[in-house]
């Protein structure tokens, strides 16, 4: 048996599979973690873009980042027991391997951005460097990659 295999015969899936409201309730649980994920990210992007100049960026990473790393952990979690119901199908799923494949990349861009030198001089009150707006740009596309990929899922193979 393979690892797939593994995973739907896991109890935990069979449970989702069986109750009529556990798998919507993760299911609200997965769009609830990726709205704090992309809600913290995505004004943090806008703000090393140009935009609320007023507001210093400290603020913005302070509040923002928590929330951007509790909605990932949300997201990936409930969007695992998701996948387990149904794991062959979804591997099989381009939308689906897309989606991932962008969440990866998505948080690679965030450490990337998180520990460089030029986030750390902006959070200072300094210039935002080139390096950093141009991740900033990344990180909206890939969210927004991702949030669309996500949407497909159901629609394409």
């Known amino acids: ?38 809600g913290g990210i995505a004004p943090v992007d806008l703000r090393l873009l140009g935009a609320w100049r007023s507001i210093p960026l400290t603020a913005f990473a302070r509040v923002l980042e928590p929330m951007a790393a509790v909605g990932l952990v949300l997201a990936v979690g409930a ?17 689906f391997l897309i989606k991932v494949g ?4 998505g948080t690679a861009n965030a450490l ?5 030198a030029g986030w750390k001089e902006a959070v200072r009150g300094g210039p935002v460097p080139a390096a950093v707006k141009a991740r900033a740009v990344l990180s909206l596309a890939i969210w927004l990659g991702a949030l669309t990929a996500g949407r497909f899922i159901a629609f394409l193979d």
């Open 112 to 116: 990337v951005q998180r520990f460089s």
């Open 79 to 95: 969007g695992f027991l998701l996948f387990s119901v149904k794991p062959e199908e979804y591997a099989a799923n381009t939308p």
């Open 1 to 38: 048996m393979g690892w797939l295999e593994a995973l739907a015969d896991w109890p935990v899936a069979e449970a989702l599979r069986a109750s009529f409201y556990a798998y919507p309730l993760v299911n609200v649980a997965h769009i609830l973690g990726f709205i704090l994920l992309v």
């Open 102 to 105: 962008l969440v990866a990349a």
